[in-house]
């Protein structure tokens, strides 16, 4: 086979025309960019704010084919909810930090726990995922899988004071329900039972009532089981 057959046999197997993996390391660049924009003393959060409009718009033009959905108008929407979000990650911290006595400051808890991080990108991640943004928000949530070993899918709906410890191997699905004051240790699996992919929109994860305490390698499974609060 020559090598032009070979070339165009490749070409004729790409299929997808959407698929720009360029997405995927802007949509990480600017995962990193926006957790420092919000907790590093040193990075200045108005210049970053503009910064990161700018890079959004880059991302809604590679992720947005769909004309139908909503994009470029998200962004400041999305600004005004970030001291609702960072409320909520403090006191995600102060949880941590109340919680496990191997933790020495609130700084260790921010910049040393992998479960803090995986839970702050999941809440910067749900924000875009209720304004039915595509591909961003799931990308996002997959950078900090990638990073940590937890798995949250930004669909997922999680109460205030939310703790993670270890973190690898947690895993929580998109419909999951999880209230106030919840801990989970690592292995955790909030899942699904198998449904069809035309029931995709029914709850399919279980829901943790407040004050529940799920520890290492428990496995939690479907849309009708609930954990009573403690």
Known sequence: MSHQSIIKKIQQHKKQPNLRYAL??????????L???LFDIDTPVD?????????????TDLA?????????????????SLPKVLESLNLDAEAI???DPASMSIEEVYMAYPGFYAIAIYRLAHELYKEGLPLIPRLMTEYAHSKTGVDINPGAKIGKSFFIDHATGVVIGESAIINDNVKLYQGVTLGA???AKDLRQTK???TIED????YANATILGGDTVIGAN
């Open 24 to 33: 995927k390391e802007k949509v990480e660049q600017f995962t990193k960019r």
């Open 35 to 37: 957790f420092y924009t």
């Open 47 to 59: 210049e970053n704010l503009k910064g990161l409009g700018i890079d959004f718009e880059e991302l």
């Open 64 to 80: 947005c084919w769909e004309t139908e959905k909503p994009c470029a108008k998200v962004w400041q929407r999305y600004v005004e």
């Open 97 to 99: 930090v109340e919680c």
């Open 193 to 195: 039972l198998y449904v």
């Open 204 to 206: 399919r994860h279980p």
């Open 211 to 214: 004050n529940v305490t799920i």
